[in-house]
């Protein structure tokens, strides 16, 4: 491989996975000495298959390739968070009598989040981009990112200073955004996807920046690794096969996963942070469900030091309660605070309660996952809304169509004639599977008889404008996908390839027994 002298990138892309307690930052010299063992880890080393006995790597043997892979990077502003088993649900009395969050054990496979809310210089750069790329040709597309600032106003309060103040001026730089539908928040998703990949290309030396990229030929991950668009390279990796050079591939493990928004059951996992109360002995014991993203019933801080009685997130504490009393303010904020304020949980994720709620990928149905525990079908990372497509196929050659004016692939939903053949699902929208309509009658006619329909997500966690009730990481909500709030935000998640530990450990339980002898492989 190539050398990189950017010792930034290993402190933001390469972040080793630690204990979750421990400050995540490291010296220079460190970072830049992870760094160097990392890329040098992607590199090609002599080996032969174990079933074949044929040489990886070697175009005398066919050139077939093997990358020395040391495990997924952490992309920017993410935190590993192992997952596991928990009781999904309510913790707290079910005050509003919903019924529509009953308490079940399910498991959530290991995952990242971001450590804090997206902020509004995020959102901002974001804007800036699209202004920068689309805005000659295809205005629309920035126009309609904006956030709806006049979510501020209200009938009898004054709050329309914030209209103009609160997501354009300094003032509110590392505040949450907030006026962001469902949609843009996912079309932000994507745009923070192809931007960090394109950054971790650039930063690796394979490609030159480049700045003045127009409409199509803008980089997407998806067409790049599809040969739909073509960068200004700087040292391609080598062909093994060919001997030639060649772009990054998917199999080298370079490039991330896509950033997305977190399921509900990831959601409330990573903001439950229950590894603060497994039992001493580490033997699969939790102590206690939590009400609250911290350990213990109540919304102060009990610690006998200078911070005992502080309040740990930012919420309304009761009627015309938004911050306390001058000269002792409670939470110090009255709308939005920093997103790095507030006591971060066991998983070092900031205001999972207070501050702003926050979009969830689920569509929201009253009747949960509950009913259907025997099934074992959603007891591993539930998620209701999914909406199961391929990319557009030319059917003449197999490879996918030509993307589209804006540089992205081409997706159609699939055929219902081939999901039918299939065990796993039959149709390609399943938006009412299993969720009870059948069982109990129950249709939902939105505007008429409910205010529920498939435009509406689950949002989670309290607000800035919230009672403590809906602190607590089991309370659920919901709000219409083509709708924004200024009590509303979001952060973005990432799926977690390979080990679920992220500490270097393989898959699985891996045994020493004294005495045995692992049998010598013919082709050594």
């Not at 907030?178 to 950054?199: L, S």
């Not at 690796?204 to 991950?221: A, C, H, L, M, Y």
């Not at 001997?243 to 409330?268: F, M, N």
């Amino acid at each position: 491989m190539f050398k990189v002298s950017f010792p930034t990138f290993a402190a933001q892309f390469l972040k080793p996975v630690v204990s979750y307690k421990m400050k995540r930052t490291l010296i220079p010299g460190l970072c830049f000495a992870l760094l160097a063992f990392t890329l040098a880890s992607c590199g090609k080393k002599s080996e032969s298959s174990s079933t074949t006995g044929w040489q990886y790597n070697d175009a005398k043997w066919g050139g077939f390739e093997k990358t020395d892979y040391e495990g997924q990077a952490t992309g920017p502003n993410l935190v590993l968070i192992e997952g596991g088993t928990f009781t999904m649900g309510l913790t707290d009395q079910d005050v509003t009598y919903e019924w529509n969050n009953m308490p079940r054990r399910t498991t959530v496979a290991s995952f990242y989040m971001d450590e804090t809310e997206v902020r509004n210089i995020d959102y901002q750069e974001y804007l800036y981009w699209l202004d920068r790329v689309y805005r000659e040709t295809y205005p629309e597309v920035w126009r309609r990112a904006f956030p709806d600032t006049l979510v501020w106003r209200e009938e009898l309060s004054y709050n329309d200073p914030m209209v103009e103040l609160y997501f354009r001026t300094p003032d509110y730089y590392d505040y949450p955004v907030v006026g962001v539908n469902w949609y843009q928040a996912n079309d932000y998703a994507k745009w923070r996807t192809d931007r960090v990949n394109e950054m971790i290309l650039v930063k690796r030396g394979v490609i030159e920046p480049t700045t003045d990229q127009k409409n199509e030929n803008s980089f997407d991950t998806e067409a790049y690794l599809v040969g739909q668009y073509e960068p200004t390279y700087r040292k391609k990796l080598t062909d093994v096969k060919t001997g030639g050079e060649r772009g990054v591939r998917l199999e080298d493990g370079i490039l991330l996963p896509s950033y997305r928004l977190p399921t509900e059951a990831e959601w409330e996992f990573a903001a439950l942070g229950l590894l603060g109360n497994q039992s001493a002995s580490k033997d699969e014991l939790i102590t206690d469900r939590r009400v609250y993203p911290w350990d213990g019933n109540t919304v102060r801080f009990q610690k006998r030091n200078k911070y005992q009685g502080k309040i740990l997130a930012n919420f309304k504490r009761s009627g015309g309660d938004y911050g306390g009393m001058a000269g002792a303010l409670n939470d110090k904020a009255f709308y939005t605070a920093d997103v790095h304020s507030g006591l971060p949980n066991d998983y070092g994720l900031y205001n999972m309660a207070g501050n702003v709620s926050e979009w969830t990928m689920d569509l929201y149905r009253p009747m949960t996952s509950m009913d259907l525990v025997d099934n074992q079908q959603h007891d591993l990372n539930p998620y209701r809304g999914n909406k199961f497509s391929t990319k557009k196929l030319d059917p003449e050659t197999g490879t996918p169509v030509m993307k589209d004016s804006l540089g992205h692939l081409i997706y159609e939903m699939m055929d219902t004639t081939a999901t039918a053949l299939r065990d796993n699902y039959k149709r390609p929208e399943v938006y009412d599977f299993l969720d009870g309509d059948k069982e109990s009658q129950v249709e939902y006619f939105y505007g008429k008889s409910t205010l529920i329909s498939d435009s509406s997500r689950v949002i989670k966690g309290g607000s800035w404008a919230d009672r403590a009730f809906w602190l607590s990481p089991g309370a659920r909500r919901q709000l219409l996908e083509t709708k924004s709030h200024k009590t509303v935000g979001f952060r973005c998640a990432m799926v977690r390839k390979g080990a679920v530990t992220g500490n270097g450990d393989r898959d699985g339980n891996q045994f020493k027994v004294k005495g045995a002898k692992a049998p010598k492989r013919r082709y050594d």
